[in-house]
């Protein structure tokens, strides 16, 4: 199986300091993750003046600024992405960020970003989705909110813009930070596989590490997780994020599940189990003596450790028979 692609999303967990950002990086890196992800966005292009926030901005944010005022803080210059670019060739990690209008799109790409992403709430934006497509790179789309029929009317944009479907990611998702377990249904995630033919991934907004590790299990090649230095810092999206230490143990949780099920998926012996085959099976035994020409019965045969003689499921054909040497109590036969 190809390697899953893991996706740090530091998002706007910086709180607009780039040191911040830079400390996300070091920790994304430390933790064995592909890429680190922010959030591009010129406040004025994504948001209006009188737009409100969601709950959950509400209740993790403990203020009252508006949707554009909490956003406007968040905000990244270009110089400061060019600088987080070079930190991330430092650390050895991948640099992606997320852009969230027209404008950033071609800043990105200016920049020569690997991949683009598509959050949730640009999926039933046609021109972002025609502008994503023009740039022939791989693509990530997260489908937070979503039906099937918007999740089709994206891939057709996108495909009828030249992409191809084999460089096309659907990422699972639901948009409520954090996202209930009841309402994660994991399971969607293979009905787009099998609907549109397309690779599949999750982007998780869970508590925990569990989902996005069941979620490689069921087939995701593509694995997005918020982290934060500080759950307890302000700010939208920190309380749904894990801190350092659990992004390192999903990450090693991963690339386990990786090899886990790598395997053949045929049932069979593995190398590392055969030598234990005449440990721990087991083999017909003399309960009694028996001498030669005796018959072997019920009564003085028995079955026990190791299984380097006649295995037991050869029981039937040897009640009867007779013995062709002297046996002695506790002897394999």
């Not at 020409?293 to 037991?312: A, D, H, M, Q, Y």
Request: net charge neutral; aromatic share 6%; charged share 30%.
């Amino acid at each position: 199986m190809q390697k899953v692609l893991i996706i740090a999303e530091a998002g706007v967990n910086h709180n607009g300091n780039i040191e911040e950002a830079k400390k996300l990086i070091d920790a994304a890196a430390l933790a064995g993750a592909d890429f680190v992800k922010f959030q591009t966005f010129k406040t004025e292009n994504v948001v209006s003046r009188s737009a409100k926030r969601a709950k959950y901005q509400d209740l993790n944010t403990g203020n009252d600024d508006t949707q554009f005022q909490m956003i406007k803080k968040l905000e990244l210059s270009e110089e400061d992405h060019k600088v987080l670019k070079s930190y991330c060739k430092d650390r050895k990690i991948g640099f992606l960020s997320t852009g969230f209008d027209l404008e950033s799109l071609e800043f990105l790409n200016s920049i020569n970003i690997p991949l683009f992403k598509i959050p949730s709430g640009e999926i039933t934006n046609l021109p972002y989705l025609r502008k994503i497509s023009s740039f022939k790179k791989p693509v990530v789309m997260s489908t937070g909110m979503a039906d099937m029929q918007e999740i089709k009317n994206a891939l057709e944009v996108l495909i009828h813009g030249g992409m191809e479907r084999s460089k096309i990611t659907v990422v699972h998702c639901n948009t409520e930070y954090p996202t209930p377990m009841k309402d994660v249904n994991l399971m969607a995630m293979l009905h787009i596989r099998d609907e549109f033919g397309v690779q599949i991934g999750y982007s998780d907004h869970t508590l925990g590490i569990e989902v996005p590790i069941a979620a490689v299990a069921l087939g995701a090649t593509v694995i997005e997780k918020h982290f934060t230095l500080d759950r307890n810092l302000p700010g939208p999206d920190h309380r749904a994020s894990l801190e350092p230490d659990e992004l390192k143990v999903m990450v090693q949780s991963i690339r386990n599940i990786e090899v886990a099920i790598s395997g053949s998926g045929r049932k069979e012996p593995s190398a590392s189990e055969k030598e234990n085959k005449a440990v721990v099976r087991k083999s017909l035994i003399a309960t009694a003596s028996i001498k030669k020409g005796e018959k072997f019965t019920k009564e003085n045969l028995g079955v026990k450790r190791p299984g380097i003689g006649i295995s037991p499921m050869k029981w039937d054909k040897i009640v009867g028979s007779r013995a062709e040497k002297d046996y002695k109590e506790d002897e394999l036969i």
